[in-house]
């Protein structure tokens, strides 16, 4: 494995709370991401990260903010999650070589 | 617009066959094309990648043909196996700062016994 961690693994949660997702890397990598993944959609970008405080959008971006503070850690907000976002969120990392290792997941449901 | 395609949508193989699943791009400014494999429950994982450079690559009973005029490529897995039922994602990105991988819908195979 790839050294990421994604906490927690499984949430559940109402609509209209904040949520938030961690991601946290041992590999010291500088570009890191956050995906969502549905069925019939494939995995799609929500935001990126290019260094400490750092970020940029993705393809679906809304209802979404990121904070990076340390290389280590990329943090993904849902403001005030709606069902919609429903979904598997993963975080990826990526290498000198372009390759993207990802996190396991983290499976969250907003009732 | 969805610019990376898989097909087919999903597949079914015997043991010991052949899997091919395909892929095509649209921006031809893309210069790297990886397949990612995953399991239920799991992150994706690199399975293998390829460059414009060649026009083949292999790695052991995987194996990845690019096209680059017609702006396809594909996944061959020869000798499939039970274990090799998963989902399979190509993508595609252009390489340098603030590369990002754009993704196929994904495939999932499921190889009889």
């Known amino acids: 494995d790839a050294g990421i961690t994604q906490s927690p693994r499984h949430k559940v949660t109402e609509t209209g709370t904040p949520v938030t997702l961690r991601c946290h890397q041992t590999?010291?990598?500088?570009?890191m991401y956050w995906y969502r993944q549905d069925p019939g959609h494939g995995l799609r970008l929500i935001h990126y990260s290019y260094g400490v405080k750092d970020t940029d959008k993705g393809e679906v971006s809304d209802g979404y903010s990121v904070s990076r503070s340390k290389t280590e850690d990329f943090l993904l907000t849902l403001e005030s999650a709606t069902s919609s976002q429903t979904s598997v969120y993963f975080c990826?990392?990526?290498?000198?070589?372009?390759?993207?290792?990802f996190g396991p997941g983290t499976r969250l449901t907003v009732l | 617009q969805q610019q990376v395609k898989q097909s087919p949508q999903s597949l079914i193989v015997q043991k010991g066959g052949i899997s091919i699943i395909n892929c095509a791009y649209e921006n031809t400014a893309f210069d790297y094309f990886p397949w990612y494999q995953q399991f239920p429950g799991k992150g994706p994982a690199l399975l293998i990648a390829?460059?414009?450079?060649?026009s083949e690559k292999k790695e052991g009973r995987f194996t990845i043909s690019f096209n680059k005029s017609a702006k396809q490529f594909s996944l061959h897995i020869m000798d499939s196996q039970p274990g090799d039922s998963a989902t399979y994602f190509c993508a595609a990105s252009k390489s340098g700062a603030n590369s990002k991988l754009t993704f196929g819908k994904g495939i999932t195979l499921s190889v009889r016994p």
């Open positions: 390829i460059r414009p450079d060649v």
């Open positions: 990826a990392i990526r290498d000198l070589t372009d390759t993207q290792y």
């Open positions: 590999e010291n990598h500088r570009y």
